[in-house]
């Protein structure tokens, strides 16, 4: 089976740690990377190649929106996860916004949501 590499882009410690356990409680799925900025994610993209990328909304200096924006224009493009506290509702503007394949709240981010993500983005 193919390992999905997986970049986790928040400014929160305690969320990075809890989005690295759901990552690593999911099969198929491995943390190759931690990013706190949006800048620090396309330099972390860039070196590491990952196939997809959880990224918090709101970051300090540019945004997870704009950062998922310039990573749609990577040479191959990781699948885009936008996580926030927002409520559902909000994910569709991000999404649009963005071109991240989709949005979760933090608090609904699981391994059965991860999968199914993955799988819808990747068809």
């Known amino acids: 089976m193919t390992v999905v590499r997986v970049l986790l882009v928040d400014d929160q410690a305690p969320f990075l740690g809890a989005m690295s356990a759901v990552v690593e409680e999911t099969d198929g799925f491995e943390v190759v990377g931690e990013a706190c900025s949006g800048e620090e994610s396309l330099r972390a993209a860039?070196?590491?190649?990952?196939?997809?990328?959880?990224?918090?909304?709101?970051?300090?200096?540019?945004?997870?929106?704009?950062?998922?924006?310039?990573?749609?224009?990577?040479?191959?493009?990781?699948?885009?996860?936008?996580?926030?506290?927002?409520?559902?509702?909000?994910?569709?503007?991000?999404?649009?916004?963005?071109?991240?394949?989709?949005?979760?709240?933090?608090?609904?981010?699981?391994?059965?949501?991860l999968r199914a993500i993955w799988s819808d983005a990747t068809g």
């Open 46 to 113: 860039a070196a590491l190649l990952p196939d997809l990328v959880l990224l918090d909304v709101n970051l300090p200096g540019m945004d997870g929106l704009e950062a998922a924006r310039r990573l749609q224009g990577c040479p191959s493009p990781p699948v885009v996860l936008l996580l926030s506290t927002y409520d559902e509702d909000a994910g569709a503007q991000f999404v649009a916004e963005s071109g991240a394949a989709a949005y979760v709240t933090k608090s609904a981010f699981s391994p059965d949501r």
